[in-house]
């Protein structure tokens, strides 16, 4: 989406959209994933594909606070996490996020307390912040890592057998006691 360089934090994200602090307020962007991006990001979350992302949104700038809500619309393939068939999951969420300028650099051992308006907030340094990024990350939560489908009861019986054969006592199971 952007052809912003490769920081020194690191590669450029699969869906990238830099967009400048200073001229956010009032933007409306539609972001929709192309089949590259799509690809590289099934990839990143182990999905089997992505067949649509997009993220529609309103921009408001206050100072060097940039808000953004909207909504993310995505449909993609994910692998049952028990009999692995894959199955098709859309995705229909609001979304929200706070881009605040980078303020503190913390070290990697050091604990950081968290507030309940801390988790909507995305750092950014300079004058630039990644919308593409953002969403991204956002998909990447309403991905239910546990996601079963039908065949799945199926699949545990025949792999692990029945949940009575199982557990700390199916040892004792076919134990005989002798009555005598």
Do not use: W
């Not at 934090?9 to 972001?31: I, T």
């Not at 950081?112 to 340094?125: C, G, K, M, P």
């Amino acid at each position: 989406m952007s052809d912003t360089p490769i920081s020194a934090a690191g590669p450029r994200p699969e869906f990238s959209l830099s967009l400048d602090v200073r001229q956010a307020e009032g933007k409306a962007p539609h972001l929709e994933a192309g089949e590259a991006e799509r690809a590289a990001i099934a990839k990143r979350f182990s999905l089997v594909r992505i067949d649509r992302l997009v993220a529609d949104l309103e921009l408001h700038r206050q100072d060097r606070v940039v808000e953004a809500r909207g909504r993310l619309q995505a449909d993609f393939v994910q692998s049952c996490a028990v009999s692995a068939e894959d199955m098709d999951v859309s995705v229909d969420e609001p979304l929200y996020f706070r881009f605040v300028p980078e303020t503190t650099i913390y070290s990697p051992d050091e604990e950081v307390e968290l507030s309940a308006e801390d988790y909507d907030e995305i750092e950014y340094s300079g004058t630039h912040f990644d919308i593409g990024e953002a969403v991204t990350q956002s998909l990447g939560l309403a991905i239910d890592p546990f996601l079963t489908g039908p065949d799945a009861d199926t699949a545990r019986n025949t792999v692990m057998g029945k949940a009575e054969d199982q557990g700390p006592f199916a040892a004792l199971k076919g134990l005989k006691l002798d009555k005598g």
